[in-house]
């Protein structure tokens, strides 16, 4: 019984990833359109120093938006407003310290955030994990439930007086959360969300691209319900040719060296959907959906049970010490 709850996760993760693949393989990246300009806009991009979220990071930058590059290494931070400066010299980038394994950091890039006095129109949750080894974050969760989700849906909330403060109707803040094809095959175990019971990497992982679908459709139904000017949106940006996939073990990373060349998208590519989410004029006031290749697709069954969402939400306000609202 151990060994079937632990290979399950691992088939159906690779099945996800050969479906998406043979998509890849008949099917190109879709193409950005001409987007707005973002002058005065005001955007956070978590793990905005490498892979998907420098390009995110960078191609905001680039349509005139004052852009926060969220992460946990200053070197690489620094390194990537650095690049994204040489590109345009009129572009405003920053980085700001987050650590989303630790919730007091979380806690901390908010109260360095809003003593800059900016306002925020744009969050993009896109850093993230995968398949690590099994271990905690400094608050004791699973690793990939802890960073993937957990930080996200902190700082999240912690931000969404600034969102909705800095938004209006017709220029409605946007959150754009990134999550993957992998959560149509995760399990929400509601009595074990950290996995102790049995622990599988490939089980964690999809587990918390599931669960930041469950949270971007309820944080859209609470927004809608309060009629504020902010929308939440999810996005998968494909199979990308990024450093998340070191974590492969070792035949896996040989047979995957000359598939991704041919089939992978590289960063650019992969980060075009969010982009998309977080600027394009024709989904001013459209919240609630996930999107792929640049259309809205449906998610999972179960990212559209109400009860489902609101359980999660709820034990999650309990796991990060954040009074149901």
């Not at 700001?96 to 109260?111: A, E, G, T």
């Not at 809003?114 to 993009?124: E, G, M, Q, S």
Request: aromatic share 8%; glycine share 8%; proline share 3%.
């Amino acid at each position: 019984m151990w060994l079937l709850s632990f290979i399950l996760p691992i088939l159906r993760l690779y099945l996800v990833g050969v479906k998406v693949l043979l998509y890849q393989l008949f099917n190109k990246s879709f193409t950005l359109p001409v987007l707005p300009t973002q002058n005065g806009r005001v955007a956070i991009v978590t793990g905005g120093a490498r892979g998907m979220g420098y390009e995110t990071a960078r191609h905001l930058a680039s349509l005139g938006m004052h852009v926060v590059i969220a992460g946990n290494s200053e070197e690489e931070g620094l390194q990537a407003v650095k690049k994204i400066h040489e590109e345009g010299s009129e572009v405003k980038v920053e980085f700001l310290f987050l650590d989303l394994c630790s919730l007091k950091s979380v806690r901390q890039f908010v109260h360095r955030f809003k003593a800059r006095a900016l306002p925020l129109h744009v969050l993009v949750n896109n850093a993230g994990i995968m398949l690590v080894p099994e271990g905690k974050t400094e608050d004791g969760f699973e690793l990939h439930f802890g960073l993937n989700y957990l930080g996200h849906f902190l700082l999240t909330n912690l931000l969404l007086d600034k969102l909705k403060r800095s938004g209006r109707h017709g220029a409605c803040s946007r959150v754009v959360t990134m999550s993957s094809a992998t959560h149509y095959v995760g399990i929400l175990n509601m009595e074990d969300l950290q996995g102790r019971s049995c622990y599988s990497a490939h089980g964690a992982y999809s587990q918390s691209k599931l669960a930041l679908v469950l949270f971007t459709y309820h944080l859209q139904e609470k927004l809608t319900a309060g009629g504020f000017p902010v929308t939440s949106n999810a996005v998968d940006p494909g199979m990308v040719d990024t450093d998340l996939y070191n974590n492969l073990c070792i035949p896996a990373q040989a047979a995957k060296k000359p598939v991704a060349k041919m089939l992978f998208r590289i960063p650019a590519e992969g980060a075009s959907t969010s982009i998309l989410a977080a600027t394009a004029s024709q989904l001013e006031g459209v919240g609630g959906c996930y999107f792929y290749n640049g259309e809205r697709t449906e998610s999972a069954d179960m990212t559209y049970d109400h009860n489902v969402r609101a359980e999660l939400w709820k034990q999650s306000c309990a796991l990060v010490g954040l009074r149901e609202a």
